[in-house]
């Protein structure tokens, strides 16, 4: 299975900032994705981080609050905007690949984020 | 969508004893389940899956079992351990919309 590292593993940052999250992985992916983990909670997909072109949103995610580049096939980066404490989350990039490949998803850290 | 609804929410068992959890899915086009056993602080870590055309996989202390028809599949560890200890979460791979959709979680507690 690949293996995905996560910058930074934790921040706390004050509402009305930014901050950008990267996803490095040690081999070529086709697919990357970026979830969201809310304090007790289960997955809940943002966003596939396509390479060369837009990323594809889920519903109640948009381009403006969570703006994602793809720059190549290992790498990837989850800005989150303006925060507000809403915002606190463990935000997770996950790419698919594995030896029988089809579906099988790989998951990194995650990044702890605390909104103050 | 794909609707994953996971049983129970926490589950509490002795060392030594087994520990399952169960989840069922609505899409019956559905055809990847796995598992992932997430630790304090830590990501979700792949630990089995089962695709449709099987109806039973086994890894060593743990298993999964599929029922296409009733649409549930379910995780069985076996000879439980502290390390066991974590939250458990299933998913299934939509064939409609090409993603996961994951349960809500099964906080499992061992007692040594």
């Known amino acids: 299975s690949a293996v995905i590292s996560q910058k930074p593993s934790r921040d706390i940052c004050q509402r009305g900032t930014s901050l950008t999250i990267q996803c490095q992985v040690d081999s070529q992916v086709t697919m990357m994705f970026w979830y969201r983990q809310q304090p007790g909670q289960s997955l809940t997909l943002i966003a596939t981080a396509n390479q060369g072109s837009e990323a594809t949103y889920e519903s109640g995610f948009v381009i403006d609050k969570f703006p994602i580049s793809r720059p190549n096939l290992t790498f990837s980066t989850l800005t989150v905007s303006n925060m507000s404490p809403e915002d606190s989350s463990i935000y997770l990039c996950?790419?698919?690949?594995?030896?029988?490949?089809?579906?099988?998803?790989?998951f990194g850290p995650g990044t702890r984020l605390t909104v103050t | 969508g794909e609707n994953v609804e996971q049983h129970p929410s926490t589950l509490s068992v002795q060392e030594g004893d087994s520990a399952v959890i169960k989840c069922t899915y609505s899409d019956s086009a559905s055809n990847y389940f796995p598992w992932y056993k997430q630790e304090l602080g830590k990501g979700p870590q792949l630990i089995i899956d089962i695709r449709s055309n099987v109806g039973e996989k086994k890894d060593q202390r743990i298993a999964v079992t599929l029922n296409k028809t009733a649409k549930h599949f379910s995780l069985h560890i076996t000879e439980t351990q502290p390390e066991d200890s974590a939250v458990y979460f299933c998913a299934a791979y939509g064939s409609n919309d090409y993603k996961l959709s994951f349960g809500a979680g099964t906080t499992v507690t061992v007692r040594a």
């Open positions: 996950s790419v698919e690949g594995g030896t029988d490949s089809s579906y099988e998803q790989y």
